[in-house]
């Protein structure tokens, strides 16, 4: 097995349960409410959000969809932000992102049904003070920036870093 072939099948165990762990919490969530069609949830971003915010919320959500399947289909390539990274930075950024799903999954966890992908206050909001929520004001953007780092340094292309 080539080195670029094991760090995409790396960069997937990464990616795949980070997506999952997030899946997995806001249908938690919607579970927990009154069902809403997608298009009274895009009104309920947007008036969190503004049009802006919403737009780039959908934005990422679009490029993920794009961007992952390009570097696992046709990566290395020059004209996809290949970058030339030594393997031993590769796998910092698999050790940084076990640590950051780890992270990830207790932030969630933490959060349970207080999780909200818009920033919104609802009736039955809680302030959230254990967890990592105990030591660290924003934890879930803190983990979000280094295991996006994580995805960049494991497929060394800069097409994952879209934060």
């Not at 970058?83 to 932030?107: E, Q």
């Not at 959060?111 to 992908?117: A, E, G, N, P, S």
């Not at 818009?118 to 803190?142: A, C, F, Q, W």
Request: aromatic share 14%.
């Amino acid at each position: 097995m080539n080195g670029d072939l094991l760090f995409r099948i790396l960069f997937l165990v990464l990616f795949v349960p980070g997506t999952g762990i997030r899946g997995y919490y806001t249908r938690r969530v919607r579970a927990t409410g009154k069902r809403r069609s997608w298009k009274e949830r895009l009104s309920d971003t947007v008036r969190a959000e503004g049009k802006t915010g919403a737009i780039f919320l959908i934005g990422q959500g679009v490029y993920l969809i794009i961007a992952v399947p390009l570097y696992l289909l046709l990566s290395p390539s020059p004209l996809w932000f290949d970058l030339r990274l030594a393997d031993w930075l590769r796998w910092i950024g698999v050790a940084l992102g076990v640590l950051s799903l780890t992270f990830l999954a207790w932030v969630h966890y933490t959060l349970d049904k207080h999780l909200d992908v818009s920033l919104s206050l609802r009736e039955d909001h809680v302030l959230v003070t254990n967890g990592p929520y105990r030591r660290i004001r924003h934890p879930m953007y803190t983990v979000c920036v280094v295991y996006f780092f994580a995805w960049v340094l494991v497929s060394s292309n800069l097409l994952l870093h879209y934060i």
